[in-house]
């Protein structure tokens, strides 16, 4: 786990990031988000005195994982104040489905999910209850070529401000919207037509 200190204007938070350097350019790559625990921060990397609680960004990019289940417990043992989490990179890691696990997050604003194996727009519905949700990147998954994709994830998370690095537009909340009544109404009459045979 690296830990480092950010300033952003006037606000200063403190990102975690849970890989490590191997050797040379070489990157020792966890498979489990519990493995970060096993890893010792880069040498040189300090954490601020007074800095200790406001962790709010953890960062497991670039790595092997492939599930979330020990999200918790691992972040619970690496940061004093998980509820103040706001924002999680799991980018460029091999995750097929999501976890209920991330609604343990309630401050979570960004979510960095892309490049990962995501291929069912179904599993967007576990990231509804992420009320504060705004920053959601997934582009690099198998479920971006699927139709109605933005619409899909626009309509199923509408607190979102961006999605895939682009901005949320009035005409893409739009075309949510009116996806979302056309999916409706087909889903009406596909049960119709099912009650009827």
């Given at each position: ?37 096993e ?40 940061v ?6 706001s ?9 097929q ?12 604003t960004t ?63 739009r075309?949510?919207?009116n ?5 409706s ?11 009827s045979?």
């Amino acid at each position: 786990a690296v830990v480092s200190t950010q300033s952003t204007g006037t606000l200063q938070f403190v990102l975690l990031i849970c890989w490590v350097s191997g050797l040379g350019n070489n990157l020792l790559l966890i498979k489990a988000v519990a493995d970060s625990l096993e890893e010792e921060p880069r040498k040189g990397t300090k954490l601020k005195e007074g800095y200790s609680d406001v962790v709010t960004a953890v960062r497991y990019n670039n790595n092997s994982i492939s599930e979330l289940s020990d999200l918790v417990p691992s972040i619970t043992s690496l940061v004093v104040n998980p509820s103040a989490v706001s924002w999680l990179d799991f980018s460029f890691n091999d995750i097929q489905q999501l976890d209920d696990v991330l609604l343990e997050f309630p401050s979570l604003t960004t979510l960095y999910l892309h490049g990962n194996q995501i291929q069912s727009l179904t599993e967007l519905k576990r990231l509804s209850g992420l009320t504060n949700l705004r920053t959601l990147t997934l582009h690099g998954n198998p479920l971006e070529s699927l139709d109605g994709y933005r619409q899909y994830v626009l309509g199923t998370l509408p607190s979102l401000k961006q999605l895939d690095f682009s901005s949320v537009t009035k005409q893409d909340r739009r075309d949510a919207e009116n996806w979302k009544k056309l999916c409706s109404k087909r889903m009406k009459m596909s049960k119709k037509a099912k009650a009827s045979d």
